[in-house]
Every structure is written in structure tokens, then in C-alpha cells.
């Protein structure tokens, strides 16, 4: 039995990951939250055993050391680590596919950070930390956008001024790509049909949320853009909007453009249009007691999101099936209730028994019996996508 360690070390967070790539059993798993600052924790979980504990050297290069440290206590776990796989958030069009890492690749992630200033520099000091802890075990980088590289020219470019796509690389890259990668997988496996002959749309849902385009089971178009805050309204990120707002708003507020970016990433979605928080279940709980801005942010959640969906049709036609995946995907009935409410006129109905229980006694299906297109529920898994492009890389397939 094999498995992988993956790790993903985000802006503020370091997630890990012992996964088995092919039972997809988990040894050992945690998060540390607040990196960097004097509020870090770091929980964790080995078995059925969960212990969590506040850390005074909160550093990335102190807490993968940790982690590791933990690691090692288990010599069962650890001696069967073949690999180590990292999320790695933007590789331009540089990575089209995930890549063994050497010091080339190395080199062109940080070449890349300029597209993700907050993520690739973090996603790259993982690297260098865990090349130091394990030297023998390959490392597998697996990025984000790699996914959304089959875009076509004309999805991908913005009506602005074409030298700028060449000179400084401004273009749609979207985001999630592990996710919506994993889910065309699982939707073709749940489906019965091959991968290439595969046409879905894909919404993945959590605090940052996108929706994907799959035609033969390529992502042909995607809502996130050069940032991840382009497209869908998210927890904390406005989705789209005018970018006059952004001048306006520096000019009547006396700030600058920065700081309305800043706003748009962190104030704004359905944490800035309720004012009650990022949580979507606070939210629902705010609405249920009547709270009218509540409502409001929820329904531009939904209203939003059949938008995208709908605007999908364009290029897919009738598409396999509308996939809902991620923390609200998942979990959320009433969201996905209304979003196929107002996608009622392109042909989309909802089964309320099938939808209560996530679809889980409806092989994942929560539309009607016999009603096109299909409506599906599916559990992302971006940590075994990752381990599995791992071993598979590591074992020459």
C-alpha cells in the first residue's frame, strides 16, 4: 500500500493530506490556521484521534516541521509515503498539466508569482521546506489553472487593448482547476460515459466559488478570471462588477485603487451585502429570523449563479448534467432549490425528496426520474486528485 502527502500552503493557512491514491483512505490530515501570526493553531487528526494545539513559532518553515514531527512519531504511516504532492495556485500558461518538480520548475513557479503574489511564494517555500524534510521522495506540483488551459482564445482574452495579453500576460486563467478536474472524472464515472465524450457544467461552491464549462471533458470556459475574484458572488469576494466602481469608489472614499480591491476581496460577496458574515449558514439563520438583507444576499447568491449557468449554454448546448459540488454545493438544499428555479426555462426541474438528501439514495441524481438535463451532487476531492496525479507521475503513467 502506497500513499502520497499532500500539502498545500495557502496565504494565511497550511493544509495536509496522507492520502492511499487508490482505497482514497486518509492516515493523517489537519490544517494550521493563521500562519504567521501569534493566533496560529494547528489541528489535526491520525485515525480516529483528533488533537489541536496553539503554536508559538508559527512560521511555515516551524509548522511543516511540526507537522512532520508528528508525522514521524507514526513510522507505520510515514514508511509508506512514496510521494509528496503540492497544490500549486497559478502556473500561467506556463504548466498545462501537473509536473515532477526540479529546479526549473521550481524557478518558473516563482516566475508565476507575480500572477498570485499571495499564494505562489507560499505554495513554493512548501516545496523547499519539504524537499529538505523528505530529499529521496519526488514532489509533484499540481496547479490550479492547468485545468482551464484548453480555453479558447476568445473565452480567454478580455476586450481591452490585445498588447497587454502580450506584455503582461492579462487573460482569463480560472481557478478550482483540481476541483472541476476531480468532478468531470466522478461525473463521468457516475454517468458511465468516457471523459472525452463528456459535456457538464460544473459549480463548485465554498467560501470562493466559480463554475466551469466541460465540453468532452475539457474546461471550455470558466467565471474566475486573471484573479480569482472575477465571476460568481463568493463569502467574502464582490464576483463581477463594473470596474468604474473602482475609481469611483477611491475618488468619493480618498483611497486608493488598492484599497477598493482589497474591499472586493474581503468585505464584499455575501459577507458585504448582509453584513452578518461570510457563513452561509448564519446567513440562512439571519434570513429565517427575518432579516431582510439577509434574504437579499442570498438571492443574489442564487440569482447570480443561474446567471453563469445559463450564459453556459452558449457554448455547450444541452449539457450531461449541472454539477453542485463544494461546501455550499453539497450541503446547501435551499441554494440549490432556488438556483434551479430560476433556471426553470432552460429546461432544469428539481426532485425535493432526491434534493433533501443530497442525492445520496439517487446515485447522486437530484432531478426528477427521466428529466433532462440531469442535476448532480458530487463530493469534490481536490487532496486525492493531487495524490493521484502524484503516483501516477512518480510511476511513469
Same mark, same amino acid.
Given at each position: $500500500?502506497?500513499?502520497?502527502?499532500?500539502?498545500?500552503?495557502?496565504?494565511?493557512?497550511?493544509?495536509?493530506?496522507?492520502? =492511499?491514491?487508490?482505497?482514497?483512505?486518509?492516515?493523517?490530515?489537519?490544517?494550521?490556521?493563521?500562519?504567521?501570526?501569534?493566533?496560529? @493553531? &494547528?489541528?489535526?487528526?491520525?485515525?480516529?484521534?483528533? =488533537?489541536?494545539?496553539? &503554536?508559538?513559532?508559527?512560521?511555515?518553515?516551524?509548522?511543516?516541521?511540526?507537522?512532520?514531527?508528528?508525522?514521524?512519531?507514526?513510522?507505520?504511516?510515514?514508511?509508506?509515503?512514496?510521494?509528496?504532492?503540492?497544490?500549486?495556485?497559478?502556473?500561467? !500558461?506556463? %504548466?498545462?498539466?501537473?509536473?515532477?518538480?526540479? !529546479? !526549473?520548475?521550481? @524557478?518558473?513557479?516563482?516566475?508565476?508569482?507575480?500572477?498570485?503574489? &499571495?499564494?505562489?511564494?507560499?505554495?513554493?517555500?512548501?516545496?523547499?521546506?519539504?524537499?529538505? &524534510?523528505?530529499?529521496?521522495?519526488?514532489?509533484?506540483?499540481? %496547479?490550479?489553472?492547468? %485545468?482551464?488551459?484548453? +480555453?479558447?482564445?476568445?473565452?480567454?482574452?478580455?476586450?481591452?487593448?490585445?498588447?497587454?495579453?502580450?506584455?503582461?500576460?492579462?487573460?482569463?486563467?480560472?481557478?478550482?482547476?483540481?476541483?472541476?478536474?476531480?468532478?468531470?472524472?466522478?461525473?463521468?464515472?457516475?454517468?458511465?460515459?468516457?471523459?472525452?465524450?463528456?459535456?457538464?457544467?460544473?459549480?463548485?461552491?465554498?467560501?470562493?466559488?466559480?463554475?466551469?464549462?466541460?465540453?468532452?471533458?475539457?474546461?471550455?470556459?470558466?467565471?474566475?478570471?486573471?484573479?480569482?475574484?472575477?465571476?460568481?458572488?463568493?463569502?467574502?469576494?464582490?464576483?463581477?462588477?463594473?470596474?468604474?466602481?473602482?475609481?469611483?469608489?477611491?475618488?468619493?472614499?480618498?483611497?486608493?485603487?488598492?484599497?477598493?480591491?482589497?474591499?472586493?476581496?474581503? $468585505?464584499?460577496?455575501?459577507?458585504?451585502?448582509?453584513?452578518?458574515?461570510?457563513?452561509?449558514?448564519?446567513?440562512?439563520?439571519?434570513?429565517?429570523?427575518?432579516?431582510?438583507?439577509?434574504?437579499?444576499?442570498?438571492?443574489?447568491?442564487?440569482?447570480?449563479?443561474?446567471?453563469?449557468?445559463?450564459?453556459? %449554454?452558449?457554448?455547450?448546448?444541452?449539457? =450531461?448534467?449541472?454539477?453542485?459540488?463544494?461546501?455550499?454545493?453539497?450541503?446547501?438544499?435551499?441554494?440549490?432549490?432556488?438556483?434551479?428555479?430560476?433556471?426553470?426555462? $432552460?429546461?432544469?426541474?428539481?426532485?425535493?425528496?432526491?434534493?433533501?438528501?443530497?442525492?445520496?439514495?439517487?446515485?447522486?441524481?437530484?432531478?426528477?426520474?427521466? !428529466?433532462?438535463? +440531469?442535476?448532480?451532487?458530487?463530493? @469534490?476531492?481536490?487532496?486525492?486528485?493531487?495524490?493521484? =496525479?502524484?503516483?501516477?507521475?512518480?510511476?511513469?503513467?
Amino acid at each position: $500500500m502506497s500513499s502520497v502527502f499532500v500539502l498545500n500552503c495557502g496565504s494565511s493557512s497550511i493544509k495536509f493530506q496522507i492520502v =492511499d491514491p487508490k482505497t482514497a483512505k486518509v492516515f493523517f490530515q489537519g490544517i494550521a490556521e493563521n500562519v504567521q501570526t501569534d493566533r496560529c @493553531t &494547528l489541528s489535526w487528526q491520525i485515525g480516529n484521534k483528533k =488533537d489541536k494545539k496553539s &503554536l508559538l513559532k508559527s512560521g511555515y518553515h516551524d509548522v511543516i516541521e511540526l507537522v512532520v514531527q508528528l508525522l514521524r512519531e507514526h513510522e507505520d504511516i510515514e514508511k509508506k509515503i512514496v510521494a509528496i504532492g503540492h497544490r500549486v495556485v497559478h502556473g500561467a !500558461e506556463e %504548466f498545462i498539466e501537473s509536473v515532477i518538480i526540479d !529546479e !526549473e520548475v521550481l @524557478t518558473k513557479i516563482h516566475d508565476c508569482s507575480h500572477l498570485a503574489p &499571495l499564494h505562489n511564494p507560499a505554495n513554493a517555500l512548501g516545496i523547499v521546506v519539504m524537499q529538505e &524534510l523528505f530529499p529521496k521522495l519526488p514532489q509533484v506540483a499540481v %496547479f490550479d489553472t492547468a %485545468f482551464h488551459q484548453t +480555453l479558447p482564445k476568445y473565452a480567454f482574452l478580455y476586450a481591452i487593448p490585445y498588447q497587454y495579453y502580450e506584455d503582461y500576460e492579462v487573460r482569463r486563467y480560472g481557478f478550482h482547476g483540481t476541483s472541476h478536474r476531480y468532478i468531470t472524472q466522478l461525473a463521468a464515472e457516475t454517468l458511465g460515459k468516457k471523459q472525452e465524450e463528456l459535456s457538464i457544467i460544473s459549480a463548485h461552491l465554498g467560501n470562493g466559488c466559480s463554475v466551469c464549462a466541460i465540453q468532452d471533458g475539457k474546461s471550455i470556459d470558466t467565471s474566475m478570471g486573471l484573479t480569482p475574484l472575477e465571476g460568481l458572488m463568493m463569502g467574502q469576494r464582490s464576483g463581477d462588477v463594473d470596474p468604474g466602481v473602482i475609481g469611483y469608489l477611491a475618488e468619493k472614499l480618498q483611497v486608493e485603487a488598492q484599497d477598493v480591491i482589497t474591499m472586493l476581496n474581503k $468585505m464584499s460577496g455575501l459577507l458585504g451585502v448582509s453584513g452578518v458574515s461570510a457563513d452561509l449558514r448564519m446567513i440562512k439563520k439571519a434570513a429565517e429570523e427575518g432579516d431582510g438583507l439577509a434574504v437579499l444576499a442570498i438571492e443574489m447568491f442564487c440569482y447570480r449563479l443561474a446567471k453563469y449557468i445559463a450564459s453556459y %449554454f452558449v457554448p455547450l448546448g444541452l449539457p =450531461d448534467a449541472l454539477v453542485f459540488t463544494g461546501g455550499i454545493g453539497e450541503n446547501a438544499t435551499f441554494i440549490r432549490e432556488r438556483v434551479i428555479e430560476w433556471l426553470q426555462p $432552460m429546461g432544469f426541474a428539481i426532485d425535493p425528496v432526491r434534493n433533501k438528501d443530497h442525492g445520496k439514495k439517487s446515485k447522486h441524481v437530484i432531478s426528477p426520474e427521466g !428529466e433532462q438535463p +440531469l442535476i448532480l451532487v458530487l463530493p @469534490t476531492n481536490e487532496e486525492l486528485l493531487i495524490a493521484r =496525479d502524484a503516483i501516477n507521475l512518480v510511476r511513469g503513467k
